[in-house]
């Protein structure tokens, strides 16, 4: 009489409860929707129900002498377990390829080939009560393996291999967690199938599989780092990966963009406090118009819907519908709402996106201007392309000298002498011509690349200061203008040392203006980038006030030197009688502050009149002189 199988009987029994355990976690986490996730549930119901014909057939090989009827279950579980398992291989393959976001081509001659190595090794296992070859059992009932068993090993290593080199072909489309899951699934995997293989008592294939399902579970089901918390949708890490995957692999994708454009203001009426309320509200209509596995959260107030394998067509006619929903009131907190969207289709890749940078361009870029459509397709995004036009010539500009510095003379008011001047950038590309700063700058920040044109800048008024030419005429600094960004990064202040300290200028010559639109939270750390370099030498200002951007706190916590007050100030005193109060309260606060005051944009000899009567200390303008070349500028302070 045969004993109880203890080892088959535990191995299945272990493998049996990760899958319940794998399944209860899928389900509970909600992530059933995707193809990946529908493939990953599929591989679990095979391990599960391996699992039950292992532990099935451990506990009838106990009793085949028993009755026939005993013998007949072991042999159905047996069969069960082979018809099955065979599914195993082509399934993990599919899941891999799924998980790289690859398509399978309809027309493909190797998707042939992964159907017909499958329907062999599955007709070989389902015929085997006819034929035979892939097992029996012999006069006394034991388990034998048949020459077709190596072929249905042979057809598993194919698909691992498949897998494999479908993982590596997409290694930059997958974030370093769900890499090492996969492999972690390869190694396990691999090495249960080698040990059942050499030792045919030893039945640990079914429980390595489970454990590797385990670890995909952890690392690749498991997308607590992709999800946005406060709506379900994917986040915006998501979505880059996404659309990398996508590139890589060739496989076109219709974005659409939901972008509302009057949140802010909705926010400012309801109360901030509502800015999850109304995300989650936008997001409860998506989840009933789009796949919510299709939908990524990409910034507050603006939703990305992915559609693969969908035509210009089908996106442009969901952009259309989803438009149509902000034509009527939206419910929050008992009131009725009116939200205003724009939403904007395009297929990637195409003419006016190329690549991921070119859709988050989309995503996040200023509309047109004057723009008055509800739904933006086909020519009315060719604005993406200048865009497209403009990254290429910032990406060559550096090399093809395309950037120039130019100076605009500041004057001291009380004498009208020539004072200082401002260093402004500008370019000149050989396809665009000249390209205005207010759409080149936002462009190389985007790049990352803002640093090496501030450089440029830098190291140009160093050289200019270095001639003798402003000392000569008397100026007594030179501003150059900072980003925000590029100072918060770490070592910034000892970068800005040493480029001009290797140019052997005085460090009073230079004054560096920063336009004041960082968050409060970052207040401390730029004062002490500010008061390092004043410590060094330099002289700071204030860019830019008046604009909207300007902030109490910031005049608090930033020692600046000056602060220049914007044109529209000066406009507004131009015209009104309120204007001209609110100009003199602000020179006035100023100047109790201690602070020099210089006025921007002073255009005609009426608004230096009005000035001259405000106690200002310089002046900045086209009534003095437009910025120009650094050959000009000399030949005009020399006049």
């Not at 026939?68 to 377990?81: D, G």
């Not at 995300?279 to 299709?294: H, I, K, Q, T, W």
Request: glycine content about 6%; proline content about 2%; overall charge negative.
């Amino acid at each position: 009489m045969n004993t109880y199988d203890y080892t088959r009987i535990i191995f299945g029994f272990s493998a049996l409860m990760i899958c319940l355990t794998c399944l209860l976690f899928t389900v509970i986490q909600q992530r059933t929707d995707k193809k990946n996730n529908q493939i990953y549930i599929a591989l679990i119901y095979i391990v599960f129900f391996n699992a039950l014909s292992e532990i099935g057939a451990g506990y009838m090989e106990a009793l085949l002498f028993e009755s026939n009827t005993y013998f007949l279950v072991y042999q159905t579980m047996v069969y069960t377990y082979f018809a099955v398992h065979t599914m195993l291989s082509p399934v993990f393959f599919a899941y891999v390829t799924t998980v790289c976001g690859v398509a399978f081509s309809k027309k493909s001659k190797m998707k042939i080939v992964y159907v017909a190595v499958f329907a062999v090794t599955e007709l070989l296992a389902l015929t085997n009560p006819l034929t035979s070859w892939l097992y029996t059992f012999d006069e006394n009932r034991l388990f034998k393996r048949g020459w077709a068993e190596y072929i249905i090993y042979a057809a598993a290593a194919f698909y691992l291999v498949l897998a494999f080199l479908r993982l590596m072909s997409t290694w930059k489309a997958l974030t370093e967690k769900r890499r090492s899951a996969l492999f972690y699934f390869f190694f396990v995997v691999a090495a249960g199938i080698l040990v059942q293989l050499v030792f045919n008592n030893i039945k640990v294939e079914l429980f390595a599989e489970a454990l590797g399902l385990m670890g995909i579970m952890l690392s690749v089901e498991s997308e607590d780092e992709r999800i946005d918390s406060d709506t379900g949708f994917y986040n915006r890490r998501a979505l880059k990966l996404d659309l990398d995957g996508y590139i890589l692999n060739k496989r076109p994708v219709q974005l659409i963009v939901l972008r509302i454009t009057n949140a802010d203001i909705i926010l400012r009426t309801t109360g901030l406090e509502n800015t999850d309320v109304l995300s989650g509200l936008v997001a409860d209509y998506l989840r009933s118009a789009v796949p919510r596995a299709a939908v990524y959260n990409a910034s507050t107030g603006t939703f990305v819907i992915a559609m693969t394998d969908k035509s210009e067509k089908e996106a442009r006619d969901k952009a259309e519908e989803l438009s149509r929903r902000f034509d009527s009131t939206w419910r929050l907190n008992d009131m009725d709402i009116m939200l205003k969207a724009v939403v904007l289709a395009a297929g990637l890749p195409s003419k006016q996106i190329a690549g991921a940078r070119h859709a988050f361009y989309m995503i996040d870029a200023p509309l047109p201007k004057g723009n008055d459509k509800k739904v933006l397709t086909g020519d009315d995004l060719n604005y993406l392309i200048r865009h497209n036009a403009v990254e290429a010539a910032v990406s060559r500009g550096l090399e093809e000298k395309s950037f120039s510095v130019y100076y605009q003379p500041t004057y001291s008011m009380k004498d009208r002498k020539l004072h200082g001047a401002e260093a402004l950038v500008r370019m000149h590309d050989r396809e665009l011509g000249d390209i205005p700063p207010d759409e080149f700058i936002p462009v190389a920040e985007q790049m990352g690349i803002i640093d090496r044109i501030d450089d440029f800048v830098l190291e140009q008024v160093c050289a200019f200061i270095k001639s003798g030419i402003p000392a000569v005429h008397g100026m007594g600094s030179i501003n150059v203008n900072l980003s925000v960004i590029e100072c918060m990064r770490p070592g910034f202040a000892e970068h800005i040392n040493m480029i001009v300290e290797r140019s052997g200028i005085d460090k009073h010559f230079l004054n560096f203006e920063i336009t004041e639109s960082v968050a409060a939270d970052d207040y401390e750390l730029l004062s002490h980038v500010i008061n390092t370099l004043k410590s060094s030498g330099f002289l700071f200002s204030m860019d830019d006030y008046g604009t909207g951007y300007s902030n109490m706190n910031a005049l608090l916590s930033l020692n600046f030197d000056i602060i220049k007050i914007d044109k529209s100030l000066l406009r507004g005193a131009e015209q009104t009688e309120l204007g001209r109060i609110m100009l003199e309260n602000t020179v006035k606060m100023f100047k109790q502050m201690k602070r020099d005051v210089l006025v921007e944009g002073v255009e005609t000899a009426e608004q230096a009149a009005i000035l001259a009567n405000l106690d200002v200390d310089y002046l900045q303008g086209y009534y003095f002189s437009r910025a120009l070349c650094e050959r000009d500028f000399v030949e005009f302070i020399n006049k």
